[in-house]
């Protein structure tokens, strides 16, 4: 097989990620001949799976032809009819897939109901495709499986790891290609988290615009966590039209309205609202992954109770000196208990690097306690 009709599948999946959810994101491409004759991808709900577009958007005689997909095939009757179906009723007599849905009403019987069917399975993928498939579908799982989102950190600092001077400057540490490239990280999950003093400090919008500036709508919703319902109502983050989700305890305190603004109260924790009760309130409107950018407190706390799968580091050749630290006191005593990282990647940006990877451990799933 052609690896390039398998690239296009990761492609057209990859382009879906930060768009679709609480769907998982699937790349679908349909050859014959040894021929691109068709593709698709997830859409967001009702809207097809990328099967099932692959299929309707053939022009071709589809008999007898081979269908590519970055994951098992949907097989049960939900928003949408089972891709099964349609790809069985297409003529496709052969599917070639990296991975299984972790879904349970799928997981393998996506491929039993093809097979049964007389379609030909091929699952012959490298280590590498699998990883990949996986990390499309990262949030996705994570949702499933533990009932809370994905979570990356993104953390820009000096070398001697500062987020600001004392007098809490912090525009502009890092250089405008690392800034752009931060913001594209944005297009790609489902939600932007930071606190009000974020807020109250930079008044960001949190938004991904393109190349003239113009905003993409992209992540759809922007969560703040701000305990006492200190937030401005002419903050920028309510100049674009994306949802707002604001975490209170106090929701009584914000009293205005905006258009897709909506203010959901918490149980109070510490003086601060409950991290373990947002993070299922969030699952459950199906935002399954979040890219936090905010200050100190909030990505200690994260890093504490062990929901972070996730670090970006933009790291400025510069010296700040002062206490503005990226991240405080997790609770590490002992140098063998510290966070290791694991499929670590280096990019140059300028004179910034940035250095991300997925926290190593194990252990680092949600615990109710």
């Not at 309707?56 to 007898?64: F, K, Y």
């Not at 930071?194 to 993409?216: A, C, H, M, V």
Request: aromatic residues 6%.
């Amino acid at each position: 097989m052609n690896d390039n009709f398998i690239e296009r599948a990761f492609s057209l999946a990859e382009e879906g990620v930060g768009q679709v959810s609480p769907r998982p994101s699937v790349g679908a491409v349909i050859i014959k001949d040894n021929k691109l004759i068709s593709e698709g991808k997830t859409e967001p709900q009702p809207g097809n799976h990328a099967e099932v577009n692959a299929i309707n958007a053939c022009n071709e005689d589809i008999t007898n032809s081979t269908l590519i997909c970055t994951l098992e095939p949907h097989s049960y009757h939900g928003v949408s009819a089972p891709c099964t179906e349609a790809i069985i009723k297409s003529g496709i007599k052969k599917v070639i897939c990296p991975i299984e849905d972790p879904n349970p009403k799928v997981s393998g019987n996506g491929f039993r109901q093809l097979k049964l069917a007389g379609i030909e399975i091929e699952r012959n993928f490298s280590p590498q495709h699998i990883k990949r498939a996986k990390n499309i579908i990262e949030g996705f799982e994570k949702s499933l499986v533990h009932k809370i989102p994905f979570i990356s950190l993104k953390i820009a600092s000096s070398i001697d790891g500062k987020t600001s001077t004392n007098s809490n400057q912090s525009k502009w540490i890092t250089s405008e290609k690392s800034r752009e490239h931060g913001r594209l990280l944005r297009s790609k999950y489902d939600a932007v988290m930071t606190g009000i003093n974020t807020i109250e400090s930079d008044n960001p919008q949190l938004t991904f615009r393109d190349k003239n500036g113009n905003n993409t709508g992209y992540p759809r919703y922007k969560i703040v966590l701000d305990s006492n319902g200190k937030i401005n109502e002419k903050a920028k983050i309510f100049d674009s039209n994306e949802t707002t989700i604001i975490f209170t305890t106090k929701k009584n305190k914000i009293n205005f309205k905006k258009n897709n603004l909506e203010i959901i109260e918490v149980e109070k924790v510490d003086g601060r609202t409950n991290l373990i009760e947002i993070m299922k309130i969030i699952n459950n409107l199906g935002i399954h992954k979040i890219l936090v950018e905010s200050g100190n407190t909030i990505s200690t706390e994260l890093i504490k109770k062990k929901f972070v799968d996730k670090v970006y580091f933009f790291i400025a050749p510069k010296i700040i000196g002062g206490n503005k630290i990226s991240v405080g006191d997790i609770g590490i005593k002992n140098i063998q208990d510290i966070i290791r990282l694991r499929d670590i990647e280096y990019k140059y940006l300028d004179q910034d690097i940035l250095i991300s990877g997925y926290i190593k451990e194990k252990n680092n799933v949600f615990r109710n306690n």
